[in-house]
């Protein structure tokens, strides 16, 4: 199984909790009341949604296509007082 890193914005709702959207996965929308529930729907939605590209023989968005072997970009969140 390969990883595909996609892409995520998220925004706060304050009360309702977080609303997860993606730039390069056009169709992922998540929501939920805490950031790591919210991030939880998001990688599934996303998973479900590439499989539905996959399925389908349609072609992965640009943004999630491999750039090739070498050196990897990553993002991960770093939280500061």
């Not at 996303?46 to 750039?67: F, N, T, V």
């Amino acid at each position: 199984m390969r990883e595909i890193l996609v892409d995520l914005s998220i925004k706060t709702l304050g009360e309702q909790g977080y609303l997860a959207t993606s730039p390069s996965l056009p169709g992922l929308v998540a929501q939920g009341r805490t950031l790591a529930e919210t991030l939880e729907i998001a990688q599934d939605v996303a998973r479900k949604l590439i499989e539905s590209y996959q399925e389908h023989g349609d072609p992965l968005p640009a943004a999630l296509k491999p750039k090739g072997r070498g050196r990897e970009r990553f993002r991960i969140p770093v939280g500061v007082a």
